[in-house]
């Protein structure tokens, strides 16, 4: 199946959750460090309590390649325990010269066969190119991030008055003639969100920032419900895997989860009863 | 050994070539395929070949990755084949939120042991802070590209005068509190480069694009002898590893280098007699 589809899919039923995969061995519930793989198994309890409300997986790839080829191997076993028809995102902020990119493409489509990317634009079209050349796979470009740095480039303004994540936004939309490229914004960045939504046109957005990083998901739901047919994921990491480091982790996750679309229900029935 | 003071011995020795081993399977010499393991021999030869005349080794992630853990295992195989002088540089240009850009600092740093990394300043301060953290390691930031793409974003003027670019060779020497910090340059930005190689100020760079790209090495050689006590790689990959697909690859590698090392030594003798 089409990437975009998994997630146009999910939304439809009213799943806006990505669970972001940042397992950290320090930081799972210990009682699980009896395990042959703490890690995967950790992730394989997520993924089944959260798997009914998710709208999609992320996995943040710097958790895994800091255990080298051991962290890559937990990585390709997590990523087969999440069923076909969930869009899995492979957040690796990549980017360099063409033949490079290609590799890392080859790397994150052929190898280990994720549905979707993060990519990093600083390098301009031909850094792009090669993840955009896979039209079935969904491709998703740093715009405005979440984090406090992106005041030092991402929101300076161009002389012709635009600000280079706006600039971003827009060759984004000029590079998306296989309609497989999304957008990275912050959750952090409302006020950023709510004056360029119509900028990011049709284009798929990947929300990373609630909850430990400081943006507030119900606003992001009302916001983007405002505007008519928008695709889009809001990435929850720490905030639901680790609510509890005990032994109810799983179940707590999945109450989490379940409470977030509980919240989007809401806010959507508000919208319509307006 | 400190990072930076490897790069400074070699440059002292004359040497200032760092070999990029972009190792692809599909481009070695097709007699190797017979090894049991082709691309660790390849890497080998080439690093035998070329050890007493390399200012470093760079190793560029994608071309690992691609094949997975077993890539990660040529990757950390290929490193130990590389003496403890000698600067290696984890081409990976990395860069995230700072709890994820410590992750992949502690992949590089912590796992494979690499003596410094290139990462891409798109996100800002906190993203770089943690690599820069590794006071011993040489952070190698993306300022200006080698490829097209970087006319897109990195070529664009702010509206207080300066390009993006130049902005983040600014922030990159604000952030050089451990004196630590290197710049990327792209060789195919000659003019860009003599404009700002005072602006660049204390900062080793890193080189790329001479050769199959398009940049003259004779060129940079003689633009930044101009400038005293400055410290710098120009890094080459396919023009010394690829010199030759026959069973002469790691002799025509090594005398390429030569040939490199001889100009130079030409060049900076020209300019003593001026």
Partial sequence: MKALNKLTNKNNEGKFVCVGLDTDIEKIPR?????ENPV?????????????HAAAYKINFAFYEKDGEVGLKNLAKTLELIPSDILTIADAKRGDI??????YAKEVFDYYKFDSITINPYMGEDSAAPFISYKEK?????????????????????EDGTYLFQKVIDKSLEWNVNNNCGL???????DELKENILRTSNMPLLIPGVGAQGGRFE???????????????????????YKSSEKDFATKAREEIINYNNISEIVLNNKKNM
Avoid: C, W
């Fill in 31 to 35: 009682h699980l460090l009896h395990e």
């Fill in 40 to 52: 995967v198994e950790f992730n394989k309890q997520i993924i089944e309590s959260t798997i009914d």
């Fill in 98 to 103: 063409g033949n490079t990119s290609q590799m």
């Fill in 138 to 158: 969904l491709i998703f470009i740093l715009a405005l991030t979440s984090n406090k740095g992106a005041s030092d480039f991402e929101k300076l303004k161009f």
């Fill in 184 to 190: 990275v914004f912050g959750a952090t960045q409302l």
């Fill in 219 to 241: 606003d992001i739901v009302a916001l983007i419900n405002t505007i008519p047919n928008k695709n889009y994921i809001i990435n929850i990491s720490r905030g639901i895997i």
